[in-house]
């Protein structure tokens, strides 16, 4: 569609965009043309996944922060499928005129480029560091009635009855289950994998006792630990958690050099112009710091992460690195 034709379709799909929260462009050809940018341009956070889900939710709550820094239209749009892959392509095929970034969760950019047959992007080459956003931890539940108390029992257990230990995820190639299959490899254990469609459902298991464990993230099962549906083992960042605080670490626990999280960062495509990078990456940090998207965030179950381009690309690097070998046994999509 050419740009003489859709000026007043753009415009529209714009204010309903804005109205409804969501990122609608009739006109994303034309603008992928335009390799400069001014303050009129739409700028939008692709999301590669569904709304509703937490990377969405949280590209939502940033949006309007970020736009007020820049002052500039900023959207969200959704386009999901392959574990977040095709959002991220979309943006690293873009024009890089600023007007197109990727809002991503960490398993995009770290555990899918070795879990994809045809990764439609290489994560490092085809994109660039803008910002990070959030981290994120996990924790390990357990059944509370099964007799496996303790990561060390957990092993235990494991090793003198391979496979019989069974942890639920939200599906192949999660963060959740990629957190058991680190811990399987640490420990040198064979433990069964139980995939559902999202945590809920396997969370739901595990109260129930039709499996021993699972892996979530803290802001979502610190409500089934404090009512006492599950007991909580560990937390798998280096550190232990503010809101759990009786809770060890992995390391603590006995699983050596065992370190996890999860993260959303923005990426733009490899050729964003340094000015572009380094004005986002100025204006994300302000709309970091304010109180209000802060107290949002926390909220949330977040933590704010806030810095330079470069502590993303290298966190994203370290853990590309980190995923390879422990999803060399996982069956390629």
Same mark, same amino acid.
């Given at each position: 569609?050419?740009?003489?034709?859709?000026?007043?379709?753009?415009?529209?799909?714009?204010?309903?965009?804005?109205?409804?929260?969501?990122?609608?462009?009739?006109?994303?050809?034309?603008?992928?043309?335009?390799?400069?940018?001014?303050?009129?341009?739409?700028?939008?956070?692709?999301v590669g996944y569904a709304a509703g889900g937490p990377v969405d939710t949280t590209a939502r709550l940033f949006a309007p922060h970020l736009a007020r820094e820049l002052g500039q239209t900023?959207?969200?749009?959704?386009?999901?499928?392959?574990?977040?892959?095709?959002?991220?392509?979309?943006?690293?095929?873009?024009?890089?005129?600023?007007?197109?970034?990727?809002?991503?969760?960490?398993?995009?950019?770290?555990?899918?480029?070795?879990?994809?047959?045809?990764?439609?992007?290489?994560?490092?080459?085809?994109?660039?560091?803008? +910002?990070?956003?959030?981290? *994120?931890?996990?924790?390990?539940?357990?059944?509370?009635?099964? #007799?496996? &108390?303790?990561? @060390? /029992? =957990?092993?235990?257990?494991?090793?003198?009855?391979?496979?019989?230990?069974?942890y639920g995820s939200a599906g192949i190639g999660a963060s959740n289950h990629l957190s058991a299959e680190l811990l399987a490899l640490r420990t040198g254990t064979e433990m069964t994998h139980?995939?559902?469609?999202?945590?809920?459902?396997?969370?739901?298991?595990?109260?129930?006792?039709?499996?021993?464990?699972?892996?979530?993230?803290?802001?979502?099962?610190?409500?089934?630990?404090?009512?006492?549906?599950?007991?909580?083992?560990?937390?798998?960042?280096?550190?232990?958690?503010?809101?759990?605080?009786?809770?060890?670490?992995?390391?603590? +626990?006995?699983?050596?050099? *065992?370190?996890?999280?999860?993260?959303?960062?923005?990426?733009? #495509?490899? &050729?964003?112009? @340094? /000015? =572009?990078?380094?004005?986002?990456?100025?204006?994300?940090?302000?709309?970091?710091?304010?109180?209000?998207?802060?107290?949002?965030?926390?909220?949330?179950?977040?933590?704010?992460?806030?810095?330079?381009?470069?502590?993303?690309?290298?966190?994203?690097a370290k853990e590309l690195a980190l995923w390879g070998p422990v999803t060399k046994g996982i069956p390629q999509q």
């Amino acid at each position: 569609m050419k740009q003489s034709t859709c000026g007043l379709w753009g415009a529209l799909s714009t204010v309903l965009g804005s109205a409804l929260g969501l990122g609608v462009a009739l006109c994303a050809p034309a603008q992928a043309q335009n390799t400069s940018q001014s303050n009129t341009q739409i700028i939008k956070l692709v999301v590669g996944y569904a709304a509703g889900g937490p990377v969405d939710t949280t590209a939502r709550l940033f949006a309007p922060h970020l736009a007020r820094e820049l002052g500039q239209t900023v959207v969200v749009e959704n386009r999901p499928g392959a574990a977040g892959a095709l959002g991220g392509d979309a943006v690293a095929k873009s024009a890089p005129n600023g007007a197109l970034l990727f809002f991503s969760a960490s398993p995009t950019m770290t555990i899918t480029p070795h879990l994809l047959k045809a990764m439609p992007f290489d994560p490092i080459k085809d994109l660039v560091a803008v +910002a990070p956003i959030v981290s *994120y931890t996990n924790v390990l539940v357990v059944n509370k009635d099964q #007799p496996l &108390k303790t990561v @060390p /029992e =957990l092993v235990a257990f494991a090793k003198a009855n391979p496979g019989k230990v069974a942890y639920g995820s939200a599906g192949i190639g999660a963060s959740n289950h990629l957190s058991a299959e680190l811990l399987a490899l640490r420990t040198g254990t064979e433990m069964t994998h139980v995939p559902y469609k999202g945590n809920a459902p396997a969370m739901t298991d595990v109260i129930g006792g039709q499996i021993n464990m699972m892996f979530d993230i803290i802001s979502t099962a610190r409500g089934y630990v404090a009512s006492g549906r599950v007991r909580a083992v560990a937390v798998t960042s280096r550190e232990r958690n503010a809101s759990m605080p009786e809770v060890p670490t992995m390391r603590e +626990a006995g699983v050596p050099d *065992y370190d996890v999280g999860g993260w959303f960062g923005i990426f733009g #495509p490899a &050729k964003l112009p @340094p /000015e =572009l990078l380094g004005r986002y990456n100025a204006a994300t940090v302000k709309a970091l710091a304010s109180d209000e998207l802060k107290a949002k965030l926390t909220e949330q179950g977040y933590d704010v992460w806030s810095g330079p381009p470069q502590m993303l690309a290298e966190r994203t690097a370290k853990e590309l690195a980190l995923w390879g070998p422990v999803t060399k046994g996982i069956p390629q999509q």
